[in-house]
């Protein structure tokens, strides 16, 4: 459920991972470095990563409640576009 909300978007390449731990791979490194600062502006970490910096990694807590991590996913998904 998590992943589909990260897919399809423009300039999205892959979304993968397990569990709660995602990794949202883009088309170039400055949509992920600039998505991980507006989600870090709205209260989200997400880091860039990958060899040349094109994924964003999502590692939310594992006490993380619903809520919370639907507000995240909705947060990281807005800053994507």
Known sequence: QLRERLTGAAGIVDVRGRGLLLAVECDTSARATGAC????????????????????SLTPPLCIDADSLELAIDIVAECLQ
């Open 37 to 56: 600062a507006r989600a870090l502006e709205r209260g989200v970490i997400a880091v860039a990563s990958g060899d040349d910096g094109r994924v964003v």
